[in-house]
């Protein structure tokens, strides 16, 4: 399968419009080596064939888009590889990239679970707007461990894990997480058998979630956070990592120490990374510890074939 990463930075983006941090000021003003990065989604396609999946609708998608030729095949005078969308949550940065798709001349084919179908058609009603519009043909995504294909995309088999993470703020369960919330996906390229485990939002490590990591090729998981305290620090929260459902990297129990328990052959690499995390200076220590534990930081228009 080949997987293009069309944004790799969390909710707000990097640089993040209104932010000064370190990195959002060193960005800008030329002064930290890094790239800028819209928020996250990716398309996955199989080896054969121009359409795929996108996963998540980020904000961005329109710049995203124009970004990635393969994304607009020129077969027909209105076209597009993006042959359905599926939902990890129902958070803004995963979802309102939706609206952007309306110019569909049909119902836009749409997957997501029970719990985040509520989000987007009761907190924050995307799905009711977009019925003005293309409208979507909603999939329902189940959590038994099921497997599932998008018409149109061959030989690329899916499956939903569910993940504690946590529900937008406008979620009916934003207080009272429920299983679907916030899912990551095994992606299996059903020729060769190599697979993708992706989870942007990940808030704990619990054994199915390890047993489906450990049984990937590729382990695409959510680097929002270098520390649990990172927002607090710099005065920009008062949660932490943990607290909105974000695993930091560093420190113990953290995604590095998971990492390290997979086998030697998993490739690694982190996802959903927001603007304060110092990850993105590609000449900070915490850059250079995560090379030397094997882990990439994904980029926009990194493309990646498994
Ligand atoms: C998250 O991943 O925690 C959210 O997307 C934050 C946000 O609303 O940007
Ligand atoms: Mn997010
Ligand atoms: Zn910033």
């Known amino acids: 399968m080949r997987i293009t990463i069309l944004g790799a930075a969390a909710g707000g983006g990097f640089p993040q419009w209104n932010c000064n941090c370190s990195n959002c000021a060193g960005v800008r003003a030329g002064t930290v080596r890094a790239r800028p990065r819209t928020q996250s989604s990716i398309f996955v396609r199989p080896d054969e064939g121009a359409d795929g999946v996108l996963f998540n609708a980020s904000p961005d998608i329109l710049e995203q888009i124009r970004a990635s030729a393969t994304l607009q095949p020129g ?3 209105r076209d597009t590889a993006i042959a359905g969308v599926v939902l990890m949550d ?4 995963h979802s309102t990239g939706l609206f952007m798709l309306r110019e569909r001349g049909s119902p836009l ?12 058609a009761q907190g924050n009603p995307v799905l009711r707007v977009l019925g003005h519009f293309c409208g979507v043909q909603r999939e329902r995504i189940a959590l038994d461990g099921s497997t599932f ?3 149109g995309v061959a030989g690329l ?4 894990l569910p993940l504690q993470s946590k529900a937008a703020p406008y979620s009916p369960h934003r207080d ?4 679907g919330d916030n899912i990551g996906m095994t992606v299996t390229d059903t020729r060769s058998g190599r697979s993708l485990f992706y989870a942007p939002g990940l808030g704990e490590i619990e054994p199915a979630v390890f047993d489906a990591m450990a049984g990937a090729d590729l382990v ?3 680097g929002t956070f270098w520390t649990n305290d990172e927002m607090i620090r710099l005065g920009l929260s008062r949660k932490t990592a943990r607290d909105i459902g974000h695993l930091p ?8 120490e998971w990492m390290a328990r997979l086998p030697a052959t998993t490739r690694k690499a982190l996802i959903h990374i927001n603007n304060t995390n110092p990850i993105l200076d590609e000449d900070s220590p915490e850059r250079a510890a995560l090379a030397a534990a094997g882990i990439e930081v994904t980029e926009d228009r990194m493309e990646i074939s498994l």
């Open 75 to 77: 077969r027909r005078v």
């Open 90 to 93: 129902g958070q803004i940065d």
């Open 109 to 120: 084919p749409l997957w997501c679970t029970d719990p985040v179908h509520d989000d987007l």
């Open 149 to 151: 294909t998008v018409p």
């Open 157 to 160: 088999s899916l499956r939903a």
């Open 176 to 179: 009272a997480p429920v299983p």
């Open 220 to 222: 695409m998981v959510d």
């Open 249 to 256: 990297q560093s420190g113990p129990g953290g995604m590095i």
